[in-house]
């Protein structure tokens, strides 16, 4: 039997997993969590009553979600990566009839979960620099959209949108507004900084990047109280299990490490970005933990191959929206960085 209407799984929402060295494709942090981390975690969890179900509302850890951002626990939504935290918005606010915006290009896992959950996608374009142009915003409030999606920095591009242009968004959207901060450390500022006086502001927050916790699949939503509590309401009872409510708590303590880890990053980054301008790659302007780059004489289908070839693992972004003859890589460590660089003076040497 054909699954329902909408469920079409369709190419590039699911990066693939291939068995290489140096696997610079999903933007995770090169790093593992610092040090202590998991004894800290050990000796908490040894206490555990593990017959037990799981706090249902994840208190001691929305407190500490709280705290961090200077909000109250009534604010926090938590779920298993940010991805649940997105379809959990989209059960309880999107669906049948109701219009979500995004702009593209950006990233697919939003018109993704819109698809699942039956909500219709409303796409407006970004401008030649990646950027939502003021230009688009007359349609976007006039289309009316239930949810508008804006992603920043935005992956696949890496760009930061102006505060202003999220500022006007937030200040006259006809509905709810979720801003995916998922590589939010790397902006210089936050659209939580908006949620006191927008009661229909949603920020998403992921441990899956600079937390370097990927594996463990946790994040979360700031928003208005009265939106955070349908969105527990919505989740399946017990989603969150104890081992991870401990985990994301025990986490949040080393917010020194991880802006260090950020610095490192930021640093490689550079390195990087300069190294594929000097081959004579266009080069995007990054302000994340990858860089979205492209060539007007290489394929990039070509390159991510024998890259490929070369033990080296990009994201091939060219079946996304709007994007073009273009890859996508995530800075690694310092040694894999090089690899990618290596590899790639290696193959435009070939070419030419
Ligand atoms: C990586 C990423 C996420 C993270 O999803 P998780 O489910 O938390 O791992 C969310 N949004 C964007 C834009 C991302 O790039």
Request: overall charge negative; aromatic content about 8%.
């Amino acid at each position: 039997m054909l699954p329902r209407e909408g469920i079409s799984i369709q190419e590039g929402y699911h990066s693939p997993q291939v068995d290489v060295e140096i696997r610079l494709n999903t933007n995770e942090s090169p790093e593992g969590p610092n040090e202590g981390f998991l004894e800290a975690v050990y000796e908490e969890i040894k206490a555990l009553s593990w017959n037990r179900y799981p706090d249902r509302r994840a208190r001691l850890l929305s407190k500490a979600i709280a705290d961090f951002h200077n909000l109250e626990p009534e604010n926090v939504f938590v779920a298993n990566g940010s991805n649940e935290v997105l379809q959990t918005i989209l059960l309880a606010y999107g669906g049948h009839k109701r219009r979500a915006a995004i702009f593209e290009p950006t990233y697919l896992l939003h018109s993704h979960i819109c698809n699942l959950t039956s909500t219709n996608v409303i796409a407006f374009p970004r401008g030649e620099d990646f950027l939502i142009q003021k230009s688009v915003l007359g349609d976007l409030f006039q289309a009316k959209p239930e949810i508008i999606f804006i992603c920043s920095p935005n992956n696949p591009t890496g760009r930061v949108e102006d505060r202003e242009i999220i500022e006007e968004i937030v200040a006259n959207a006809p509905g709810l507004v979720i801003v995916d901060e998922a590589y939010g450390q790397f902006s210089p500022f936050s659209a939580a900084d908006l949620l006191t006086s927008h009661k229909s502001l949603l920020v998403v927050k992921t441990y899956s990047k600079t937390w370097a916790l990927a594996g463990l699949r946790l994040g979360y939503v700031l928003c208005d109280k009265e939106i955070a509590d349908v969105l527990w309401e919505v989740a399946l009872p017990y989603h969150l299990d104890s081992f991870k409510q401990i985990a994301g708590r025990v986490a949040l303590g080393a917010a020194a490490q991880m802006d260090e880890r950020v610095k490192r990053l930021i640093g490689e980054r550079e390195i990087i970005s300069e190294r594929l301008t000097s081959l004579g790659f266009d080069v995007v302007p990054s302000q994340a933990n990858f860089i979205l780059f492209g060539s007007t004489t290489l394929d990039a289908k070509y390159l991510w191959n024998e890259l490929l070839l070369r033990n080296v693992l990009v994201r091939d972004v060219t079946s996304f929206p709007k994007i073009g003859n273009k890859l996508r890589v995530t800075v690694g460590s310092h040694g894999e960085n090089q690899s990618f660089l290596n590899a790639l003076t290696d193959i435009v040497a070939a070419s030419n």
